[in-house]
């Protein structure tokens, strides 16, 4: 009898044995969630360049521009650093020259030398990759720039205008057009408002004015310069306007002009005030109206003689010495 229930307990075994592992291998594993694809982001074209730009400067030269937001600016003309720093460019101007005085932190910066003697290799070593020049470089040292693959833009304004154009220029050449644009706004309001009481001033309202550029020999600025101008839109008549630019002036044709107001410029080197001394002094001009009527006027040389942003300030003064009843301030 045992005999026999061992029998069968062996074979329920075996059974529960064989249908456990049936189970085991029919049944569905659990499912694991599918592996997402890896995504990798679209792989992004290599950026270009963009092409090279060609402009033309005031000497009408065609220039071609690797870039048009330079980091690194030699100025070899001190109207040219006024503009750079009024356009808010000061910190990429890494040299100038010796006569580059305005503003005053332009003083911190490295010189390259003279105005018109620039020391061509100083300018390389400073690896710009925007230089601005002017016409006084146009014969030897431009072409020197430019042979050791240095880019060069010459600016060179002689009027009011040609002013406004070189400013207009700059910005374009540098990256700072709107800055250009906000400066040339400010000021050509400025000028508008000058013009606005000298325009319709008939001949005789009109002073006869002398500029005085330099006292030995006499020289006066004639037509053609930019005090000429200054005077005219001022709403005065220029006394010098039968010369050609700058040059000598005999103390007779002065006499005979009988100026009623007489400017000089200070401030020239070592100079001074001598130009000043002159007209202030000089006992043949005793009897002219300005020395009657004390009409003699001193003018910054600089402020007066840069064709630059502050051109609009020395437009400002001559109106006020030419019609200071019309500019009281």
Known sequence: ???????????????????????????????????????????????????????????GRTVTLETTNPQRIVSLAPSHTETLYALGLGDR???????????PEVKEKPSIGGFSTPNIEEVVAMDPDLILATVIHEDKVIPQLEAKGLTVVAVDPTTIDEV??????????????????????????????????TDGLAGAEKPNVLYVVWHDPLMAAGSGTLHDELIRTAGGTNVASELDGYAAISLEVVIAANPQVMIAGVGMGTGEDLPLQFITTEPRLEDTDARINNRIYRID?????????????????????????????
């Open 93 to 103: 101007l890494v040299a100038v020259t010796d006569y580059c005085n305005y503003p």
């Open 164 to 197: 406004i154009e070189a400013i207009t220029l700059i910005g374009k050449v540098t990256g700072a057009e709107k800055e250009a644009d906000s400066l040339l706004a400010d000021m050509q309001k400025r000028i508008k408002a000058v013009t606005d009481k």
């Open 1 to 59: 009898m045992k005999s026999t229930f061992r029998k069968l307990s062996a074979i329920f075994l075996v059974a529960a044995l064989f249908s456990s592992l049936l189970i085991s291998c029919t049944a569905t594993p659990e499912s694991t969630p599918p592996t997402e694809p890896e995504i990798k982001p679209p792989t992004e074209p290599e950026s270009t360049p963009p092409p090279p730009v060609e402009i033309i400067d005031q000497l």
């Open 301 to 329: 040389v600089d402020l007066v003689g840069r064709p630059g942003p502050r051109i609009v300030e020395a437009l400002e003064q001559f109106a006020g010495f030419i019609h200071p009843e019309l500019f009281e301030e």
